[in-house]
């Protein structure tokens, strides 16, 4: 069954609750008051949404609704207005850029919608350059 769930008029979040036995609950994801967007328009407004370890969460909405909003400033990569963004126990929005970097290297994946590719470097070189990275900035 579903534990949570938050809509807004824009879109909505299903959070699928996973027995987790003899564990204490620790949540990955918590959002609390968050609003974001972009050019002064806010796209996303979540008052609260908490995602146990081990739980899975579907984000649905039509096209412009904010769910690459949403998960940007997961990432860490776009602007929370107001609010906070806690991943793993990490309060992203509070570390410095190069801490949020490496947070995001070594916590997060994402498939960006865009190929963000260096263009002069073959498809082979642009695969490895997080391999290269991690080889000189640990």
Not at 9 to 33: H, T
Not at 76 to 103: E, M, N, P
């Amino acid at each position: 069954g579903f534990q949570n769930s938050t809509s807004n008029s824009r879109a909505s979040w299903l959070v699928q609750s996973l027995p987790i036995r003899g564990e204490m609950v620790m949540n990955m994801i918590e959002l609390r008051d968050f609003k974001a967007g972009y050019h002064d328009k806010i796209m996303v407004e979540v008052p609260h949404l908490s995602v146990a370890k081990g739980n899975k969460c579907l984000v649905t909405g039509a096209s412009g609704s904010g769910k690459t909003t949403l998960l940007y400033a997961l990432a860490g990569l776009g602007q929370a207005v107001q609010g906070s963004v806690v991943v793993d126990s990490i309060d992203v929005y509070k570390l410095d850029t190069t801490k949020q970097d490496r947070f995001r290297g070594n916590t997060i994946g994402i498939v960006f919608q865009t190929l963000h590719l260096v263009k002069s470097l073959s498809v082979v070189e642009n695969n490895v350059l997080d391999t290269i990275e991690q080889t000189y900035h640990p």
